[in-house]
């Protein structure tokens, strides 16, 4: 178990060496002096998917020739607030996570916003009129300190039993570990994050928190002070995490900071390939694994072709995005999967 920790500590050293030679982040928020017009397609919500979405709409803009084209823009999760998305907009309150990003598409109108970024699926409580559009692959594993007290790996149930705080030391993990109260966190409850770990560790249904359980923190943000404590635990997007450390995804607050990825059920390579620097496919086999989505309102997507040749089937992103997608350290989806639309 020492012997793990220890290449932990290595592995996060080599990882924050190759992220200070691999510059590059996305544009955050519509660029500055730059305000969406009424017909362009503007996107809030999820923290997981802002970075790769952001460059994606970047390119997608750059590689147009028509001045009067519709434009893709996007809101990042955090920042001043309220925002006006675009030209003519109702004035909101940023939308921060999956959840808030489709409550605001299913409050308002095209003339606000026209979709939502989501890194959890359709659940039973949106609505049948929302169509999720797949945009790649993810997994969630969790995070803790380098020189912290968690173990490398923890099983499905012990993450169960921490998160209901039927289980509140390391040590009754494994007598080895410290006699030490962990400190597990969560993301804000809008986070599709979350939602989709609770359910995970849950076997499909979701675990409600225990009181021991801190919520609130910033999802993907290690730079919080809070985390850095040697007891903390918290999910993490694997890729969001490899954009981070690999290829320097990362800035401000944006960071993974002391924390280094951990495994779950022993998954033969962990949740990451640090060899090629993308998720490992044995993780992405498991449970953990998750789909990223655009949320749509069906009306416009079946009505607006534009719509579809961006998001959709054989569209601009699924036709020209993987190396995108791969440099923000998510996984492409094939060509029958990206773009197919699924609903609650």
Same mark, same amino acid.
């Given at each position: 178990?020492r012997?793990?920790?220890a290449?932990?500590l290595?592995?996060?050293?080599?990882a924050?060496?190759?992220?200070? &030679?691999?510059?590059?982040?996305?544009?955050a928020?519509?660029a500055?002096?730059?305000?969406p *017009?009424a017909?362009?397609?503007?996107?809030?919500?999820?923290d997981?998917t802002q970075?790769?979405?952001n460059q994606?709409a970047?390119?997608?803009?750059a590689?147009?020739?028509d001045?009067?084209a519709? *434009? &893709?823009?996007?809101w990042?999760?955090?920042? @001043?607030s309220?925002? @006006?998305?675009?030209?003519? #907009?109702?004035t909101?309150?940023?939308p921060n996570?999956s959840g808030a990003?489709?409550? !605001?598409?299913?409050?308002?109108?095209k003339?606000?916003?026209d979709f939502?970024r989501?890194?959890?699926?359709?659940q039973?409580?949106? $609505?049948?009129?929302?169509?999720?559009?797949?945009l790649?692959?993810? +997994?969630v594993? %969790?995070?803790? $300190?380098?020189?912290? =007290? !968690?173990? !490398?790996?923890?099983s499905t149930?012990n993450?169960k039993?921490?998160?209901?705080?039927?289980v509140t030391?390391?040590n009754?993990?494994?007598p080895?570990?410290?006699?030490a109260?962990?400190?597990?966190f969560? $993301?804000?409850?809008?986070?599709g994050t979350?939602?989709?770990?609770?359910?995970?560790?849950?076997?499909?249904v #979701?675990?409600?928190?225990g009181?021991?359980v801190?919520?609130?923190? /910033?999802e =993907? /943000?290690?730079?919080?002070t809070?985390?850095?404590?040697?007891? #903390?635990?918290v999910?993490?997007?694997? +890729?969001?995490y490899?954009?981070?450390?690999?290829?320097?995804?990362?800035?401000?607050?944006?960071?993974?900071?002391?924390?280094?990825?951990?495994?779950v059920?022993?998954?033969?390579g962990g949740?990451?390939?640090t060899?090629?620097?993308?998720i490992?496919s044995?993780?992405? !086999?498991?449970p953990?694994?998750r789909?990223?989505?655009?949320?749509?309102r069906?009306a416009? %997507?079946?009505?607006?072709a534009?719509?579809?040749?961006?998001?959709g089937?054989?569209?601009w992103?699924c +036709?020209?995005?993987?190396?995108?997608?791969?440099?923000?350290g998510?996984?492409?989806l094939?060509s029958?999967a990206?773009?197919?639309?699924?609903?609650?």
């Open positions: 178990m012997k793990t920790a290449k932990l290595t592995v996060a050293a080599l924050t060496s190759i992220a200070t &030679v691999v510059g590059g982040t996305a544009v928020d519509p500055a002096g730059v305000t *017009r017909i362009d397609f503007v996107g809030t919500g999820s997981t970075s790769v979405l994606l970047a390119d997608y803009n590689s147009l020739t001045p009067n519709p *434009r &893709v823009y996007s990042d999760a955090t920042g @001043t309220p925002i @006006t998305p675009k030209t003519g #907009a109702t909101i309150t940023r996570g990003g489709i409550t !605001a598409l299913n409050t308002y109108t003339a606000t916003v939502a989501s890194s959890r699926g359709p039973a409580s949106d $609505p049948t009129t929302d169509d999720f559009v797949a790649a692959k993810d +997994a594993a %969790w995070a803790a $300190p380098a020189t912290g =007290n !968690a173990p !490398a790996n923890l149930a993450l039993d921490i998160y209901t705080c039927a030391t390391w009754q993990i494994d080895s570990l410290p006699n109260t962990i400190k597990p969560l $993301p804000q409850t809008n986070s979350r939602s989709f770990f609770l359910t995970t560790i849950g076997g499909g #979701a675990v409600t928190p009181a021991c801190i919520s609130g923190t /910033q =993907n /943000q290690g730079s919080d809070a985390l850095a404590d040697v007891n #903390a635990l999910p993490y997007s694997v +890729a969001h490899i954009g981070q450390v690999y290829y320097g995804k990362g800035s401000g607050s944006d960071v993974q900071g002391p924390l280094t990825i951990r495994n059920d022993n998954t033969t949740p990451v390939d060899t090629a620097k993308t490992s044995t993780f992405a !086999a498991t953990y694994a789909v990223v989505y655009n949320v749509f069906d416009e %997507w079946t009505s607006n534009t719509l579809r040749a961006i998001f089937k054989g569209g992103i +036709a020209n995005g993987a190396n995108d997608i791969k440099s923000f998510f996984l492409p094939s029958f990206c773009g197919s639309v699924t609903h609650s």
